[in-house]
Nanobody, 123 residues
């Protein structure tokens, strides 16, 4: 099993910044790509940003491009999301996600989720 624990959420102001962290533990050999998702009240969960296993490739949703930066530290099994120029519409529960694509092991599940951390941006 892989456990993902997010931290760093809270209350931010429009134009401000927050940094989310996600710590992985357990069967971390199962972890390949990582991503941040978010879900606002009444909305579907959406992909915010993703990063490849080695960290060399990243992807961002249009709504956060240029404002958010995803990064990872494989030595520490960490995943991060630096959020700048926050907007009230960034308010959501943010989830850490990891998949096992390309990992050949019978112990690995397809993907893993954290419990989420609330980010609230006031105007």
């Amino acid at each position: 099993q892989v456990q993902l624990v997010e931290s760093g959420g809270g209350l931010g102001q429009a134009g401000g910044s927050l940094r989310l962290s996600c710590a992985a533990s357990g069967d971390t050999i199962c972890i390949s790509h990582k991503a941040w998702y978010r879900q606002a009240p009444g909305m579907e969960r959406e992909l915010v940003a993703a990063i490849s296993s080695g960290g060399g490739s990243t992807w961002y949703g249009d709504s956060v491009k240029g404002r958010f930066t995803i990064s990872r530290n494989n030595a520490e099994n960490g995943l991060y999301l630096q959020m700048l120029s926050l907007k009230p519409e960034d308010t959501a529960v943010y989830y850490c996600n990891a998949d096992s694509l390309g990992v050949s092991s019978a112990i690995c599940e397809y993907d893993y989720w954290g419990q989420g951390t609330q980010v609230t941006v006031s105007s």
